[in-house]
């Protein structure tokens, strides 16, 4: 402003100049450059849309010195923008160390871009989280209108964690039962994953809690089939949630389905290692359970410890309902169709109650493979409150091993069955 005031209170080099047109020029763009220059200053103060570059925040990117803080201003400042889409970038061929931090919202940006094409690395020594959130690394909280995708990769760095975790090191003094997940989206909305690896998380890799309307495509997982609890995904309290075309090989549930879970599509994926895909286990504390409508199809597994399974405590009540498992394809799986509505922690010490969470109207359809024990569906569900409205329909499961044949249980379970191998096995 300043420099358009200057022009304007010299008049008299216009009287003087022996080239009028050439000084109305100058003046048109010292005008001009005013205005961009006016603009400019009002998107800064605004926060307008732009690329907010991590290196540009003081991150260094050489897998040593901690970047968490540069991170964080990147994203506070991506997130105070008000109009337009921000992007946060972690540049390619740079490696990040971030210790526990969570990306805050609400933003004033509607939507926010969170590009990952360089890697992010967890500290490798658990001490690092002494005094802090043992569950916690990364996370997303608060936010609506996030999209994370990139060709980047996230290493939870777990196995410091897994050689203390008390399940598979009881006797060690000092093990630890609770381990940091890789990536939390906590209570968002309208949110997507895609193309980001995953890998060694020291307990579970992806967590949605929360959450509405989530899309999580093309994601790669991959942990040892030994590591303890290291779930794949894992989906709580949240409503209209897609996980598609990915790969998950992990040391527990690929796909574990929690409770208050409705309208869930799960398609195209591939698991194993891992303990397959279960909704699961339900009701420990003695809850109403609410699970329904739920999608699984066009899924591969091999070599998991359960195939399509449902697990619920007797204490627990409520309800998993309008549920459908649908062209799956099992290899060398242990259990490939399985429910266990009498689930204990530990098997065989849980008394028999008259409770018990009501599993209906759950369909299989177009299953085939091959099954490692000899019950290859295994329907164990409660004398108090049985399985209702259960359907086998083209079912062909045999035995992996050679000259063994698989068969079929079915404990107070109700509903009718087509084209089943091994079977008959429901009540009508």
């Not at 939507?111 to 043992?134: C, L, N, Q, T, Y």
């Not at 490939?336 to 409770?355: H, S």
């Not at 079915?410 to 191998?421: M, Q």
Request: charged letters at 15%; one cysteine or more; a positive charge.
């Amino acid at each position: 402003m300043a420099l358009i005031e200057l022009v304007y209170i010299s008049p008299v080099c216009l009287a003087i100049s022996s080239n009028f047109l050439y000084i109305m020029d100058i003046f048109a763009f010292i005008f001009f450059l005013g205005i961009v220059s006016s603009k400019i200053a009002s998107s800064n103060a605004n926060g307008n849309a732009g690329t907010f570059n991590v290196l540009e925040y003081g991150a260094i990117g050489d897998g040593y010195k901690d970047d968490t803080q540069a991170f964080l201003k990147a994203w506070n400042a991506a997130c105070s923008t008000t109009n337009g889409t921000p992007k946060l970038v972690v540049p390619k061929k740079k490696t990040f160390l971030l210790i526990p931090a969570m990306f805050s919202g609400p933003c004033k940006a509607k939507k926010i871009d969170f590009m990952i094409s360089g890697k992010i690395v967890a500290p490798s020594s658990p001490s690092v989280w002494k005094g802090r959130d043992a569950s916690q690394w990364l996370g997303f909280s608060g936010v609506s209108g996030l999209n994370v995708y990139g060709s980047g990769t996230i290493d939870g760095q777990g196995k410091g964690w897994w050689d203390q975790s008390c399940r598979y090191h009881p006797d060690l003094q000092g093990c630890t039962k609770l381990a940091p997940t890789t990536l939390k989206f906590l209570s968002a909305n309208d949110i997507s994953l895609s193309n980001i690896d995953f890998t060694n998380s020291p307990q579970t890799h992806v967590l949605v809690m929360g959450c509405n309307r989530m899309s999580v495509q093309n994601v790669m997982i991959q942990s040892p089939g030994d590591s303890p609890n290291t779930d794949g995904i894992h989906i709580h309290a949240s409503h209209n949630i897609s996980v598609i075309q990915s790969k998950i090989e992990s040391g527990d549930d690929c796909i574990s389905i929690g409770d208050y879970i409705s309208n869930l599509y799960i398609s195209n994926i591939e698991c194993g290692p891992g303990h397959g895909i279960s909704i699961g286990s339900l009701g420990l504390g003695g809850n109403f359970v609410q699970v329904e409508n739920i999608h699984v199809k066009n899924v591969s597994l091999k070599g998991t410890t359960n195939g399509a399974r449902i697990k619920t405590y007797q204490v627990g009540k409520g309800y998993v309902r309008n549920v459908t498992f649908e062209d799956i394809k099992f290899d060398s799986v242990d259990n490939p169709i399985i429910i266990d509505q009498n689930y204990c922690g530990v098997r065989g010490t849980c008394k028999e109650l008259p409770t018990g969470v009501h599993i209906s109207d759950v369909t299989y359809k177009g299953l085939y493979g091959t099954s490692t024990t000899e019950v290859a569906i295994n329907l164990n569900c409660s004398r108090s409150v049985s399985c209702t409205g259960i359907s086998l329909e083209s079912i062909k499961l045999t035995s992996a091993k050679a000259g063994k044949q698989a068969t079929a249980n079915c404990a107070n379970a109700r509903g009718k069955e087509t084209g089943v191998l091994p079977g008959l096995c429901l009540r009508n």
